[in-house]
């Protein structure tokens, strides 16, 4: 956090700034060559988010990781690593992370108590183990590599996301165009009829004049509903491992989101036991990979039994996990001694499991939704266009 001051310098000028330090004490610790006349924290608005992506930390770690591996000590690789990179939160990141080295904290430490950035509580306890494996250069060089594969995903999901998206969009707009514009300039028409209306035609006429009368409070409870979402998601366990549970319920969605909670804690569990880590601390690290907390639940429980002696593959069958395929293939290395091998190859399966699972949902999102909002938008034209077939047939 940030502590502004007024202080006297050594030539007796009177000087105002701020400076950056984990507590006042650290503060006045940083300030002792000055004559200290007020300082207290500045009061800010944290959000605890960060615009550095994992590609940009990827980058840094990497950078460390290939700098520890030269044999550059850590305050002077950190140093170096500041001219990789023009982000500014990034830089600032660095900067926090080399003064507390030099006050002789640890990598861990620094990284702890920093609220510049938001990493992944793997990462942080990736690089605890490192260090007192004395495998920090490799275990980053890994973890860069991890984020990174991560970050490629993610940008492919995304970027295959827009087309279906844009077209979501459009049709919504389409939709209630003419919910509030069409549909009310045909029932002025009906009017002068002297004729039962079709059921369907009453039903589009009345969602018609309730959109047109409360379109700002359907828009706001839409847009409500997405940060409340949000909000609970990121803040309540419960909530969270309540919407996992059923997203786990979803056919193909199912699918996906196996493929790649299991990709992620393979290889990450590869890159710890690759890199010196023990298997069952490698095992307990790569299950805070695990982004669904139904599946993170599982794990966390068949942990429990392999910290008391019990293999993770007896112990996920004693609480039924729901991939067959998974727990045979971690028998297999449980058993054969062949763990780092099969965990490598696990991780590829399931990423390339994943990846062509989540191109199949994307390719066929796009035509069913096209189907969806033709569907809506032919009810809407099939109800305006009922009374007045019914009146030709009539006369």
């Not at 700098?67 to 660095?94: D, G, R």
Request: charged letters at 20%; aromatic letters at 10%; glycine letters at 4%.
């Amino acid at each position: 956090m940030k502590f502004k001051y007024i202080a006297f310098n050594k030539n007796g000028k009177k000087v105002k700034s701020t400076v950056e330090a984990t507590s006042l004490n650290e503060a006045k610790e940083k300030l002792k060559d000055l004559y200290i006349l007020e300082i207290k924290p500045v009061k800010s608005i944290n959000f605890s988010l960060s615009n550095v992506n994992k590609k940009e930390i990827s980058k840094i770690l990497n950078t460390l990781g290939l700098y520890l591996k030269a044999s550059i000590p850590l305050k002077k690789a950190i140093k170096l690593a500041k001219n990789q990179t023009s982000n500014i939160k990034m830089i600032k990141f660095l900067d926090y992370l080399q003064s507390e080295i030099e006050q002789g904290k640890s990598l861990k430490n620094a990284i702890e108590t920093q609220k510049i950035i938001k990493l992944p509580e793997y990462v942080i306890h990736s690089i605890n183990v490192a260090q007192n494996s004395g495998k920090l250069d490799v275990i980053l060089i890994e973890l860069s590599k991890f984020l990174k594969s991560e970050d490629e995903i993610s940008s492919k999901t995304t970027q295959a996301l827009i087309y279906p998206i844009f077209i979501i969009f459009i049709s919504f707009i389409l939709v209630i165009v003419m919910l509030t514009t069409v549909v009310p300039k045909i029932v002025s028409i009906f009017k002068n009829l002297n004729q039962e209306l079709p059921p369907v035609t009453k039903a589009v006429i009345h969602i018609s004049q309730f959109v047109k009368e409360n379109y700002i409070f359907i828009i706001g409870m839409f847009f409500s509903l997405i940060i409340a979402f949000k909000f609970f998601y990121s803040k309540s366990k419960k909530f969270r491992y309540f919407t996992d549970s059923l997203m786990l319920k979803i056919p193909v969605i199912k699918d996906i989101i196996i493929a790649n909670n299991l990709a992620r804690f393979s290889y990450m569990s590869y890159v710890l036991v690759n890199s010196g880590v023990n298997y069952i601390n490698a095992l307990n690290l790569s299950a805070n990979t695990i982004s669904n907390e139904k599946i993170k639940s599982y794990f966390k429980k068949a942990l429990k039994d392999v910290r008391e002696g019990k293999k993770l593959s007896t112990s996920l069958k004693k609480y039924h996990f729901f991939d067959k395929n998974f727990i045979e293939s971690i028998s297999l290395a449980e058993e054969t001694g062949e763990v780092k091998e099969i965990l490598n190859n696990l991780s590829e399966i399931y990423f390339n499991e994943y990846n062509t699972k989540t191109s199949t949902l994307l390719s066929l999102l796009e035509p069913v939704m096209m189907l969806v909002v033709g569907g809506i938008i032919g009810i809407i034209v099939a109800a305006m266009l009922l009374p007045i077939f019914s009146m030709n047939i009539g006369s």
